[in-house]
Structures are given as C-alpha cells and as structure tokens.
C-alpha cells in the first residue's frame, strides 16, 4: 500500500471518528433537551397543583 493510501485512509478514520463524535453530542443535546422539558413540565404541574390546593384557603 502506498504511503498516499495509507494517509487517505488515517484521514478517513479521523473523519469517521470526527463525524461519530458530532451524531454522539447531538444525541445528547436531544437527550438533555427532552430532560430539561421533562423537569419544566413537572415544576409547572407542581406549581399548578400548590395554586390549586391553595385556593380553597381564600
């Protein structure tokens, strides 16, 4: 194999992983974006549910 070749396939690996690692933190953007509506809707349930029980105090 020629040196060309080997350096054209080093630098294919390098994209590979490159691209690999890119997939990797857009999944988890998605993941902690999911997360963080997950918890949002929680604490708006939360707060709706103390509103509610404290209506019947007025």
Do not use: G
């Not at 998605?30 to 019947?56: H, P, T, V, Y």
């Amino acid at each position: 194999m020629s040196v060309k070749n080997q350096t054209y396939l080093i630098d294919q690996h390098e994209n590979d992983d490159a691209s690999h690692d890119i997939i990797l933190q857009d999944e988890q953007a998605r993941r902690n974006a999911e997360a963080r509506k997950r918890i949002e809707d929680l604490l708006e349930q939360k707060r709706l549910k103390e509103l509610f029980d404290d209506s019947d105090d007025w």
